[in-house]
Nanobody, 128 residues
């Protein structure tokens, strides 16, 4: 069974940083697109960032996190990271990583579909 495991969430003050990790435990993510999504209470899930693991230069961010978040990958450890800097209270949410053989990673986050394998989520809370 394909599994993704997220870690790195927590409580941080506004302006602080966190690094989330997403590790695939039963398969290699090489060749699969990977995305981070988030869902805040009473809000719809939204795409945060995706990385095209076939075309390395294809990395996209939602407008709300552009310039503050950085997605990256470590093939050796089969892990994708999300470095989050200058965090704001509105970044508070459960963050999920996801992948899929038919996943789409393009500039417009509204079209990030085909992600059929999800992690359990990690809570990020930004509060003073």
């Amino acid at each position: 069974q394909v599994q993704l495991v997220e870690s790195g969430g927590g409580l941080v003050q506004p302006g602080g940083s966190l690094r989330l990790s997403c590790t695939a435990t039963t398969f290699s993510m090489t060749g699969n697109h990977v995305a981070w999504f988030r869902q805040a209470p009473e809000r719809e899930r939204e795409g945060v960032s995706c990385i095209d693991l076939i075309i390395r230069s294809n990395i996209f961010y939602s407008d709300s996190v552009k310039g503050r978040f950085t997605i990256s990958r470590d093939n050796t450890n089969n892990t994708v990271y999300l470095q989050m800097n200058n965090l704001k209270p509105e970044d508070t949410a459960v963050y999920y990583c996801a992948t899929g053989r038919r996943a789409i990673c393009i500039r417009n986050a509204a079209y990030w579909r085909g992600y059929d394998t999800w992690g359990q989520g990690t809570q990020v809370t930004v509060s003073s």
